[in-house]
Every structure is written in C-alpha cells, then in structure tokens.
C-alpha cells in the first residue's frame, strides 16, 4: 500500500521523519520536525524562488516558463488592452466579467 509522505533521514542524527506530500510537494514548515536537540529545525532555501509554490489559487494561474498569467481564465493581455480598472475588479471579486467587458 503506497502512502503519501517522504521518508527524510537526518545523516547527522540518524533519526527519520515522514514528510507528508500534498499536489506532488512537501511543506517547508514542515522541515523544522528535522532538527538537532534542542535546536531549530531546518528550513529551505530556494534562490530566485525558482522551485517555490507559494500559494494555490482558483482566480489566478501562472506558468512563468511559458509567459502566462490568467486571472480567471482570461489572458492578462486582453485584460489590459479591453477592460477598466473596475471592470478586473469586478471579475477578481465576483468570478466573471460584467456582460459588456471585455473578451477571452
């Protein structure tokens, strides 16, 4: 039976921790459980934030490798070339365009 979690041993301690993996990652919080007696626990380092999931979001989707940010579904571009201000608000509070703004 596969569980969901990754075993970290701590070659300087020898002791073990189960990390749990949720959407195909771990927690960086959930690094201080490896630590030496009495210390703190460790946490990441990921320069540039290249490898860093910062948040889950369903009105927001970035993909920085191929240029993409959507809010919504529609593309940022069409956004700022076809709608107002009020007009993103309106979508980013209530899930949709007013009828009359903007197109996908």
């Known amino acids: ?3 969901n979690t990754l075993t970290v041993i701590d070659n ?3 002791r073990s ?14 690094l201080h459980q ?3 007696d009495g210390g703190e626990g460790l946490v990441s380092f990921d ?5 860093t999931a910062v948040c889950r979001s369903a009105v ?19 956004l700022c ?3 107002t201000f009020l007009e993103v608000a309106y979508l980013l509070i209530y899930g949709d365009l ?3 703004a903007g197109t996908r």
């Open 1 to 3: 039976m596969s569980r």
């Open 12 to 14: 300087r301690t020898g």
């Open 17 to 30: 921790r189960e990390l749990a993996i949720e959407d195909g990652a771990v927690r960086a919080e959930d």
């Open 34 to 36: 490896v630590a030496l």
């Open 47 to 51: 320069p540039g934030l290249t490898n």
């Open 60 to 78: 927001t989707h970035v993909d920085g490798e191929a240029g993409v940010l959507r809010h919504r579904g529609y593309r940022i571009e069409a």
């Open 81 to 83: 070339e076809q709608s």
């Open 98 to 100: 007013q009828p009359e």
